[in-house]
């Protein structure tokens, strides 16, 4: 039977008298040892009664051996019994001392002390003088193994009580650990491969992983346990810096950072930061508040920082919800995206909604009408919306930014629309402002747009305006669906008089526009003035109504959030309406600089332009030559439309351009895109 047993521990070896009487008292214990740094002597012991009984000391286990082995023979009466204990003798402590590849202690190595095949493991550390004096759990074979983050080179010595072995730290590479590059084919990932940062919205549980101006960095190696605390890593983060923005300043953030250096006028950052416990060490870049600048991050346990690098460009994120005239079909809005990817803004498409006659918010724009009264067909419900001053409310009402994002469009699966980066673009048959406007037309009984119908006594019966002739424009019904014709007055002659509402009749065709009706045939004072009349003689009209001005789009309402897009019953093509899409939108943004833009902090103003100028809002004119500018600017009331002869809509090159059409750019100008870039895209802020 094998005992495994410590050094210097008291060992008890009985022997015993199974049968029979000894003739002498004493028996005599002889010891075989293999080992040991000292050898036990052979002792004679009395016996009580059957019983001999002797305790020994066991020698100390020898520097070079990792153990010895004893074992006992029993002398009585002449006769010589090997005892049936052998003893395999284990030292207390075991110490080893680490050293590096040039001789040097190795403080703090780490190794496993492993006993029992591995049941028994505990990870050791050396002192500062690289030492290890380690009391083994289990009186057996110890041996050391490697322990991150270090591993064992070489033994000098790797038996007995007394090793050395030489330790090195085991290689590892300083990673970029987060943020987490995007796989290929993400939303979060640019074409260019780059990592997509949303600095414009804040971070948060619905908001894209990749969101914030503030970007935290996570370095260390990728296996945690290679690290150590204290380790050092190099930083160094280098800055587009193509806007002008300084509040807030780009930069890498210094808190945390050792040895923080700028150079070369802010675009260029350095230092080093320390791994924690963990073996993970943290730090901070501000991305400024721009979109297309673009950061590389780089770090290495050396100055060169070459081990990783990660490079990111800042993009703005908006949500756009399509509220779709029912009858008017669904348009590719790739155009729309291209314009605003131009500009690094990503959009994002809520789930469209289709509005009919009943979720129309009431009286007033936006309104349906039959299609009778559109010049379309008859029956059919058509959607006209505008005078949004007066009706900004009910449009409020149908934005829903609790739809879900589409799909196609989504970065995560939990990203939600922020309202206050929500845009709702109503898409309508026709977008349309009422104005209460008055028309006289002069010698009537001649006009080219004006029918007189008499009867046999040169009476005036019937009387027919038709508005596209007489230059007035309006739709058969106003915006209370009712009759857009207020009053209608004649003066003939010295007489004087009105029409009664319910004698004029509005209708509309495609050819004449709107066409009205009246009778007078119950009318004896029309009559009598027109039986008389004597060419020469005064014979007017005058017309009180609704006109309808036309227009592609409007953005408006809640920080101009809410943007209305024409489809004109449908016959507008898609580039069109994504072209008029970026425009207003454009406007929701400043653009092409409102009143006040010189305000936000970008290092850049109104004049810096160059071919701004204001009609109906702010406008861009770029294209045009700067001589034709200069003069266009000095024109009272100019409409930038032609200029000595000259179209200009030919001429202009900005989506920010006040004439909408196919002619016009579906791009944001060079004049135009580095305010656009530069804007911080935190809401709409017409």
């Known amino acids: 039977m094998i005992r495994n047993v ?24 002889t010891f075989t040892q293999e080992g040991g740094a000292a050898q036990l002597e052979a002792q004679e012991v009395t016996t009580k009664g059957t019983e001999a009984v002797l305790e020994v000391t066991l020698p100390k286990v020898k520097d070079d051996e990792d153990s010895y082995s004893l074992s006992c023979s029993v002398e009585a009466d002449g006769q010589t019994f090997k005892h049936p204990i052998e003893y395999v003798v284990w030292p207390k402590s075991v110490e080893l001392v680490c050293k590096d590849g040039e001789g040097n202690p190795a403080a703090k190595a780490t190794l496993n002390a492993v006993q029992k095949g591995g049941v028994l493991t505990a990870l050791v550390v050396a002192d500062k003088d690289g030492k290890i004096v380690h009391a083994p759990m289990h009186a057996g074979t110890l041996t050391f193994t490697p322990a991150a983050p270090f591993e064992l080179k070489s033994w000098v010595k790797e038996k007995g009580t007394k090793r050395e072995a030489t330790v090195a730290r085991q290689p590892w590479t300083a990673k970029i650990l987060k943020p987490v590059k995007p796989a290929t084919g993400s939303k979060a990932l640019s074409e260019s ?12 549980t619905t908001a894209p992983p990749n969101s914030g101006a503030v970007l935290e960095v996570e370095v260390g190696p990728e296996d945690a346990s290679l690290g150590r605390a204290g380790d050092e890593l190099f930083v160094k983060c280098t800055f587009s810096k193509k806007s002008k923005r300084t509040t807030p300043k780009p930069q890498l953030v210094a808190e945390g950072v050792e040895g923080w250096k700028e150079a070369d006028e802010g ?19 501000c991305l400024g508040n721009a979109g297309g600048e673009t950061w ?13 690098t990660l490079e990111v460009e800042t993009w703005r994120r908006l949500y756009v919800q399509v ?24 959009p994002a498409r809520l789930a469209e909604r289709a509005l ?27 959607l006209l919306a505008g005078d949004t001053s007066k009706n900004a409310a009910k449009y409020e009402k149908l934005l829903d930014v609790k739809q879900k994002i589409v799909d196609d469009d989504k970065v995560s699966d939990d990203e939600r629309a922020p309202s206050n980066l929500s845009a709702s673009v109503v898409y309508c048959d026709e977008q349309v402002d009422f104005s209460v406007k008055g028309a006289q037309f002069e010698d009537a009984h001649k006009a080219a747009g004006v029918t007189l119908t008499k009867n046999g006594s040169k009476e005036v019966t019937k009387i027919e305006l038709k508005g596209k002739k007489l230059g007035v424009f309006f739709y058969a019904r106003g915006s209370d669906g009712k009759s857009p014709v207020q009053r209608l007055v004649w003066g003939v002659g010295d007489a004087m ?19 009205v009706a009246v009778d007078t045939s119950a009318d004896a004072d029309f009559k009598a003035a027109t039986k008389n009349h004597q060419d020469g003689e005064a014979f007017l009209l005058g017309l009180l109504y609704e006109e309808a001005s036309i227009f592609n789009g409007e953005a408006f309402g809640d920080r101009g959030r809410h943007l209305l897009v024409s489809g004109r019953f449908g016959s507008r093509a898609a580039g069109e309406v994504c072209g008029t899409m970026a425009h207003e939108l454009g406007h929701a943004l400043n653009m092409s600089l409102s009143d006040g833009y010189d305000a936000v902090e970008v290092g850049q103003a109104r004049k810096d332009h160059g071919f701004h100028y204001q009609r109906s809002g702010n406008h861009c004119a770029f294209g045009m030559s700067k001589t034709d500018y200069a003069k266009a600017a000095k024109k009272a009331n100019f409409d930038w439309a032609s200029l000595d002869g000259k179209d200009l809509t030919n001429s202009c090159k900005c ?17 135009c895109a580095p305010f656009l870039l530069a804007h911080d895209v935190k809401e709409f802020k017409k």
């Open 6 to 29: 410590y050094e210097e521990s008291k060992a008890t070896i009985v022997a015993k008298v199974k049968r029979g009487k000894l003739k002498k008292a004493t028996v005599k214990f």
């Open 655 to 671: 989506v920010m351009y006040g004439y909408g059409g196919s002619k016009r750019s579906n791009s944001y100008c060079e004049k």
């Open 497 to 515: 008089g009105e029409v009664p509402a319910d004698k004029v009749t509005v209708t509309y065709s495609e050819n004449d526009g709107p066409v």
């Open 193 to 204: 491969g780059k990592l997509v940062q949303f600095v414009n919205l804040e971070p948060g």
């Open 267 to 285: 675009k260029t950052f350095t230092g080093k930061v320390k791994l924690a416990e963990g073996g993970r060490a943290k730090f901070k870049v």
């Open 356 to 382: 009919d006659k009943a979720s129309s918010p009431g009286k007033g724009l936006p309104v349906w009408i039959d299609g009778a009264h559109c010049g379309k067909t008859s029956g059919k419900g058509y």
């Open 323 to 346: 509220q779709r005239a029912s009858q008017l079909t669904t348009f590719d809005m790739e155009k729309f995206f291209s314009c605003m990817k131009e500009v690094f803004i990503l």
């Open 296 to 308: 590389k991050l780089q770090v290495g346990q050396k100055e060169a920082c070459d081990e990783d």
